[in-house]
């Protein structure tokens, strides 16, 4: 089984919608974050978690909300989905609060907005 | 304005060949670099960093330089197999700042080796 799984892995919905990623882990890292992934853009950050009580912006967050239910948990919310919100997501974790060592991503999840 | 660049989105070489990837930071605050290789329908996985007290980091096949007074770190990859075919991106991050921290990420660069 996967350390970070994400669901749905894919999804397609319409202009409009509420959509809700989810992200849990078995890594037991406090970090948690999401990621956006476009074509040509690379991987830019959305939100970022450090424990349950402590949630920050990234790079790119309007549009989108986050909820980090519980250590393991962090879901990401798009409350009315639009057509530049298509791209892959990914949810990563971190055992370090500065980075020197590594994240683990999950597999992803692939939004459509039509 | 992007803090990590990579400036070739792709590159094709030999198999058994040197696969040299290139990347370029502006922020002089970065003190940590490192690697991610993905595969198609696959998240990013850790491939090697380096600490900006370092010039050079090796593991087996994978070796990252750092030259800090060019901005620039490059990831060698000796020799080339046709596993090594994948999307590399050049990560960066900060201890002190505004940042806290997080990685920068770059565009990435599509590995391609052929057999």
């Known amino acids: 089984d996967a350390d970070v799984t994400q669901t749905p892995r894919n999804r397609i919905t319409k202009t409009g919608k509420r959509i809700m990623l989810e992200c849990s882990q078995t890594?037991?890292?406090?970090?948690m974050y999401w990621y956006r992934q476009d074509p040509g853009l690379g991987l830019r950050l959305i939100y970022y978690?450090?424990?349950?009580?402590?949630?920050n912006k990234g790079e790119i967050s309007d549009g989108y909300s986050v909820s980090r239910q519980a250590q393991a948990k962090f879901s990401l919310s798009l409350e009315s989905a639009i057509p530049n919100q298509t791209a892959l997501y990914f949810c990563?974790?971190?055992?370090?609060?500065?980075?020197?060592?590594?994240?683990?991503f999950g597999e992803g999840s692939r939004l459509t907005v039509l | 304005d992007q803090q990590v660049k990579q400036n070739s989105p792709s590159l094709s070489v030999q198999e058994g060949r040197i696969s040299i990837l290139n990347c370029d930071y502006t922020?002089?605050?970065?003190?940590?670099f490192l690697w991610y290789k993905k595969y198609p329908a696959e998240g990013p996985t850790f491939l090697i960093s380096?600490?900006?007290?370092?010039d050079k980091n090796e593991d087996g096949r994978f070796t990252v330089f750092l030259n800090k007074s060019a901005k620039h770190l490059s990831l060698h990859i000796v020799p080339s197999q046709p596993g090594d075919s994948a999307v590399y991106f050049c990560a960066a991050s900060a201890r002190y700042g505004g940042s806290q921290g997080n990685l920068i990420f770059g565009k990435g660069t599509k590995l391609s080796v052929k057999p």
């Open positions: 990563a974790t971190s055992r370090t609060r500065f980075n020197t060592g590594e994240l683990f």
């Open positions: 380096i600490s900006s007290i370092k």
């Open positions: 890594k037991g890292h406090d970090r």
């Open positions: 922020n002089s605050m970065f003190d940590y």
């Open positions: 978690s450090f424990d349950v009580k402590d949630i």
